[in-house]
């Protein structure tokens, strides 16, 4: 139990590290939670855990490919949200990723990439 707490603790504390320099620079705080953060902790956490090397693998070869279809929602939430507003802007890029991976999907599928 006390792994998982620290599993938590850790975790948790990068975010908010993220949103804290966020405040202060949005170059800065861009760049730090472009960073593939939470994924790092998760291999090391997969690692530390002793799971097999092709979970392991399989963990960040999975990450990439969801990645990609998220991508358009940073493109698309700055230009709604002055349009919008904060949580129907939130709401509309949700809907958008959801979209976007559904398609992304079969797309992948055709070349023997199963995501769902």
């Given amino acids: 139990m006390a792994w998982i707490i620290t599993k ?18 949005d170059k800065l705080g861009g760049f730090i939670a472009a960073l ?6 998760t291999l090391v956490w997969l690692y530390l855990e002793k ?11 999975y990450t990439f490919w969801n990645v990609l279809p998220t991508l358009p929602m940073f493109l698309v939430f700055p230009v709604l949200l ?12 949700v809907v958008l ?9 079969v797309v992948l599928r055709r070349f023997g990439i199963g995501l769902l």
Avoid: D
């Fill in 8 to 25: 938590y603790c850790i975790t948790a504390a990068m975010v908010v590290f993220v949103s804290e320099v966020a405040k202060r620079s």
């Fill in 97 to 105: 990723t959801v979209v976007c991976f559904g398609l992304f999907a």
């Fill in 51 to 61: 799971q097999p090397q092709v979970k392991i693998a399989n963990h960040a070869w």
């Fill in 82 to 93: 002055p349009k919008l507003g904060f949580w129907p802007t939130l709401l509309a890029c």
């Fill in 36 to 41: 593939p953060l939470i994924t790092l902790l």
